[in-house]
Structure formats: structure tokens, C-alpha cells
């Protein structure tokens, strides 16, 4: 057993209930758990020590929406959108295309390249989903790659239905020989609800058919427009719907009521000049937030939670704290994981040093590097 004191914490955010922020604070990491927290005064025997010398320290960032399966460069397309061309789903199959074309080791390379800046900006976990294969073979080899990685990997063949196909007849791939050989690589299902992509009942279909075979059940919806993707979240019970941009009243009170957090991916509105999901509603209603980046080569390429966290917090009405939360309790709430996203006694210690003394630095400071290590 090996312990490691890390001492001299200015700030130190633990989402204890009692106590979420302590100040002048340490704590002890034994076995890659904490087991001990506290103030310097008081800290027991340790083999080593930590001294962070008054900086702040958080929970590692849990990042619960990325697509990082994928090939190919699609800056021409966000030019073009930056200057005058509305955003449109379609732009998945240029992805879709480069993706089939790409070698095993070449989408590795992408997945670890993007997984070490990630880390680089605090991220500690994960999750990746497929969704640019859309075959049954580049489905199952984006998932086996993508679990090398992360033990959070999402089966979405439903992203979009690929050129040339019969949505019927691709439904029935996706909800059977695809997914048969899919589930084995996944721990998620999740399918993209939205007008241009897949309807209610097809949507309703996937999901039901990925829970059959033991996957848990996240979906896209309402990112473009008003639509039952959210309502069918909560009635199957999903883990998250993400993107939740266009609310009815209706829809904030079933989440309200519900095991669903709504997936919050500000770096989507940021990217595509749409108007940001309003996380003020959502909270003051007493919906479980999450913020993720939805890291992607179309409608968001961040790998940056720190920036999504200040995107938050001066467009979407959080507060420094309530954005910090999302970022990190809230994603693994939304991964259904009580690990990781804290730093309560028992936790999996992952953190990260800041090069500042508060969190809210995270978004008084956007853009600037402040990660000083990340454990
Ligand atoms: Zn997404």
C-alpha cells in the first residue's frame, strides 16, 4: 500500500455535502483512493508529499459526451458556417466517409492524440462513442478501439442513416446484426433524435433494443429544434439526454422528475452559432446538470472542458460553482459512476492542480492553460 499527502491546498472542491469547498486543506490518496481529508495540521504519516503551495485543486473533469472515432478534417465546413451557412446535420457523412477509409492504428492514433489533450486540459474520464463507421465492421472496430481506452464506449449507430440506405431496412441492421456484434465493445446506447436523423418511434426502437441485450440506455435530443427526444429519455429511463437545447415547460418537468441529467454540450452553440441551451431554467427547476465538450470534427472540435465551463457561465446563466459541478459530479452522474467526479473519502483520486487559488479561475480566465498537473 502506498499513501501520498497532497498538502498546502488553498482550495480544495470535494462535493462533500456538508462542506463542498474546504480551504487551507490536504488530503491523503492511498491506493489511487482518498482516504483521509483535512487541514495541514492534523495530517497523518504519509510515504510521500504533495506540497501544491496554495493552489486549487478539483475533481478531474468527467467528460460524458465525445465522438472521438474518427478520421478526416472538416475546418472548411466551420469556415464556411462562420461565414454565412446554417449549420445542418448532414455533415456527419463527410466524417462518415474519411472514418471507413481510415486504418485500425490511424483511428487509435486520433483516440489516444485526443485523449492525451484532454488529460492535458484536466479531463480524468471519458466517455466515446461510435457513429462514424455506420457498417457493421467500422461500428464494431470503433467501439474495440474506443474500449482501449475507456470502459464508458457508446454504441451509436444510429447517428445518421448512412447514403444509399433504406432507413427501414437500417434500423433493423442497427437493432440487429449491428448491434449483436457492437454490444460486447459497449457499456451505452444511444441514438441522435432529431429531424434529419432518426424519428420518435425509430429512436424508441434502438433503445429498446440496445436494453434488451443489457446497454444502458443515453440519447441526442432536441438540439435543433422542439422534438420528443427528451420525453423519450425519461420514459425509458436514460442516464442522459444530451444537447437539450429547445425545452418546453413540459419537457423541464419531466426531467425534473426523472433519473436523467440533462447533457449540457455548450461548445455545439459555440461552434455553430445557435443559441445556448438556458442552464438557469433547467437547475432552478431542480434538474441534474452535466457540461461535456461533445468533442467532434463537425459541430464542436473542443477537447476542452475549462473552455465549456466558461461558455457556461457567461452564456448559459450557471454560476462558477454550479458549472464546476456539471463538470464534474454532473458527467458522472451522468455515467451513472459514484467513483469519479468528487473527492469525498472513497473516491478514485483524480484531480487536477490549478495554476491559480479558486476554481473560478476556470472561467474568469477563459482560454488560458491552467492545469498544472492532473493525477
Ligand atoms: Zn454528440
Redesign the pocket.
Known amino acids: 500500500m502506498t499513501s501520498r499527502l497532497v498538502t498546502n491546498i488553498g482550495e480544495l472542491v470535494t462535493w462533500e455535502p456538508d462542506r463542498p469547498i474546504r480551504h487551507d486543506a490536504a488530503f491523503v490518496v492511498e491506493d489511487g483512493a482518498v482516504a483521509w481529508i483535512g487541514g495541514p495540521g492534523d495530517t497523518p504519516a504519509t510515504d510521500t508529499v504533495h506540497d501544491v503551495g496554495g493552489a486549487a485543486v478539483v475533481p478531474g473533469f468527467v467528460d460524458s459526451?465525445t465522438?472521438l472515432v474518427f478520421a478526416g478534417d472538416r475546418s472548411a465546413e466551420f469556415e464556411a458556417r462562420m461565414t454565412g451557412e446554417p449549420y445542418a446535420a448532414g455533415g456527419i457523412r463527410t466524417t462518415v466517409e474519411a472514418t471507413r477509409a481510415a486504418t485500425d492504428e490511424q483511428l487509435a492514433g486520433t483516440v489516444a492524440r485526443h485523449l492525451q489533450e484532454m488529460r492535458a486540459q484536466g479531463t480524468t474520464t471519458a466517455e466515446i462513442k461510435s457513429g462514424y463507421g455506420l457498417t457493421v465492421h467500422d461500428e464494431e472496430r470503433s467501439l474495440a478501439i474506443a474500449r482501449r481506452s475507456t470502459p464508458e464506449t457508446t454504441f451509436l449507430g444510429a447517428h445518421v442513416v448512412p447514403v444509399g440506405t433504406d432507413r427501414a431496412a437500417y434500423v433493423d441492421l442497427v437493432t440487429g446484426d449491428m448491434l449483436r456484434r457492437c454490444a460486447p465493445h459497449a457499456r451505452w446506447i444511444d441514438v441522435f433524435c432529431e429531424d434529419g436523423a432518426f424519428g420518435v418511434d425509430e429512436a424508441r426502437a434502438v433503445l429498446t433494443a440496445g436494453t434488451a441485450v443489457g446497454l444502458l440506455p443515453r440519447i441526442?435530443a432536441n438540439q435543433l429544434r422542439h422534438g420528443p427526444g427528451v420525453q423519450l429519455a425519461v420514459e425509458v429511463g436514460a442516464a442522459a439526454a444530451?444537447h437539450c437545447t429547445y425545452l418546453t415547460d413540459a419537457d423541464v418537468d419531466a426531467l425534473a422528475g426523472s433519473v436523467t441529467v440533462a447533457g449540457l454540450l455548450p461548445g455545439v452553440e459555440f461552434s455553430t452559432r445557435q443559441p445556448y441551451p438556458d442552464a438557469r431554467r433547467l437547475i432552478d427547476a431542480g434538474v441534474t446538470v452535466s457540461i461535456a465538450t461533445?468533442c467532434?470534427p463537425g459541430s464542436s472540435y473542443t477537447s476542452s472542458m475549462p473552455f465549456c465551463l466558461a461558455l457556461a457561465v457567461r452564456d448559459m446563466g450557471m454560476s462558477p460553482l454550479e458549472a464546476l459541478r456539471a463538470a464534474t459530479e454532473g458527467g458522472a452522474t451522468s455515467l451513472r459512476r459514484d467513483d469519479v467526479g468528487h473527492l469525498r473519502v472513497g473516491a478514485t483520486a483524480d484531480f487536477v492542480v490549478l495554476d491559480a487559488p479558486s476554481y473560478v479561475h476556470l472561467a474568469y480566465r477563459p482560454g488560458v492553460p491552467l492545469v498544472t498537473s492532473v493525477s
Open positions: 459526451h465522438h441526442h444530451d461533445d467532434n
